[in-house]
């Protein structure tokens, strides 16, 4: 049943608008922005985008983590999908991009499991009682750090991570560009988007 609805999606593919990643920096993961006609995708798929965008558009400029070759193969994975641009804008930036919560949602659920680099040596040596799971993109991240700029925070017991609290305010693109993805994520969301292109 899912395998059907996947293969019915990628009919709903249009040309590839541009490649961001050859523009932005996403900390190492390849983004892809295309078209997909909204009068043939099934309710739902899109609600993230809000009704105005939906009644007022056709088709929608879609960011996402999956390319367009492999869309139009395996069908396009709406937790892969890190939002939707206005249509009339081709570049990303915070006024013109309506971010997927699912998507953000799947980033701090990667970046939960804790797996970058030098992160366990740190809280082994320094026994913090929490560690901010801070974006890359980030200016100063020993300074002030903005709210849209913390995934979440590690909180530490016994030398070791015990749990992690996503910050619901943490947004993909602000005023400061795109998100830079750290190195555990990008590897994580790297392993998914090869699983989905096995389906």
Same mark, same amino acid.
């Given at each position: 049943?899912?395998?059907?609805?996947?293969?019915?999606?990628?009919?709903?593919?249009?040309?590839?608008?541009?490649?961001?990643?050859?523009?932005?920096?996403?900390?190492?993961?390849?983004?892809? %922005?295309?078209?997909?006609?909204?009068?043939?995708?099934?309710?739902?798929?899109?609600?993230?985008?809000?009704?105005?965008?939906?009644?007022?558009?056709?088709?929608?400029?879609?960011?996402?983590?999956?390319?367009?070759?492999?869309?139009?193969?395996?069908?396009?994975?709406?937790?892969?999908?890190?939002?939707?641009?206005?249509?009339?804008?081709?570049?990303?930036?915070?006024?013109?991009?309506?971010?997927?919560?699912?998507?953000?949602?799947?980033?701090?659920?990667?970046?939960?499991?804790?797996?970058?680099?030098?992160?366990?040596?740190?809280?082994?040596?320094?026994?913090?009682?929490?560690?901010?799971?801070?974006?890359?993109?980030?200016?100063?991240?020993?300074?002030?750090?903005?709210?849209?700029?913390?995934?979440?925070?590690?909180?530490?017991?016994?030398?070791?991570?015990?749990?992690?609290?996503?910050?619901?305010?943490?947004?993909?693109?602000?005023?400061?560009? %795109?998100?830079?993805?750290?190195?555990?994520?990008?590897?994580?969301?790297?392993?998914?988007?090869?699983?989905?292109?096995?389906?």
């Amino acid at each position: 049943m899912i395998r059907n609805y996947i293969f019915a999606f990628a009919f709903l593919i249009t040309p590839l608008i541009a490649q961001s990643s050859e523009s932005e920096d996403w900390g190492g993961l390849e983004v892809n %922005v295309f078209e997909v006609d909204l009068t043939l995708v099934p309710k739902g798929v899109f609600d993230f985008a809000g009704e105005d965008y939906l009644k007022a558009n056709e088709k929608a400029v879609v960011v996402s983590a999956i390319s367009p070759n492999q869309a139009l193969k395996n069908g396009l994975i709406g937790k892969l999908v890190l939002g939707v641009l206005d249509p009339n804008s081709k570049k990303i930036s915070e006024r013109t991009f309506i971010q997927n919560q699912e998507f953000r949602l799947l980033v701090q659920q990667l970046a939960a499991i804790g797996d970058e680099p030098g992160l366990k040596e740190y809280i082994s040596t320094q026994n913090p009682e929490f560690v901010a799971a801070i974006d890359q993109r980030t200016a100063n991240p020993m300074g002030n750090v903005p709210n849209e700029d913390i995934i979440g925070f590690y909180i530490i017991k016994n030398g070791k991570i015990d749990s992690f609290n996503q910050n619901k305010n943490y947004k993909l693109v602000t005023k400061d560009g %795109v998100a830079k993805f750290t190195p555990g994520v990008v590897k994580q969301l790297q392993e998914l988007i090869n699983r989905a292109s096995e389906i």
